[in-house]
């Protein structure tokens, strides 16, 4: 248990629940949840209150910090594929994954490796 993480939700240590209180007898306190794995906002957060506090108290500065959107997106040929699997159940199969052109309909086949890397992609623009 050497790897412990606190939550980060700014207000996690006010909520009152047994595993919060810590500390030697006579003076314990409620503190920080503090885990070897959190499940919320990309492993930050005990739960979803947290996170929802977090985001309520620096969403605003973070969304302008790494960069506001000013202008629509649209999606083009170029930058609408989507990664799906056809459910194979048969022993030994595994299941059938492609790229997806959700514009033009076109399929591509892909591996499962290339699947599960969430850096590949065909699209090429935003
Ligand atoms: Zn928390």
């Known amino acids: 248990m050497s790897d412990l993480k606190y939550c980060q939700g700014p207000e996690c240590h006010t909520y009152f629940t047994q595993d919060r209180v810590k500390g030697p007898q006579g003076h314990k306190t409620n503190q920080t949840r503090r885990r070897s794995s959190l499940y919320y906002g990309n492993g930050n957060f005990c739960d979803m209150r947290c996170q929802n506090d977090w985001f309520r108290q620096y969403?605003?500065?973070?969304?302008?910090?790494?960069?506001?959107?000013?202008?629509?997106?649209?999606l083009t040929e170029h930058n609408a594929w989507t990664k799906d699997y056809d459910w194979r159940h048969g022993v030994g199969e595994s299941h059938l994954y492609y790229f997806l052109n959700t514009i033009t309909k076109e399929r591509r086949p892909l591996t499962e490796a290339q699947y599960n890397d969430s850096n590949y992609t065909l699209n090429t623009g935003e």
């Open 59 to 74: 969403g605003t500065q973070a969304v302008n910090y790494f960069g506001r959107l000013t202008e629509a997106k649209h």
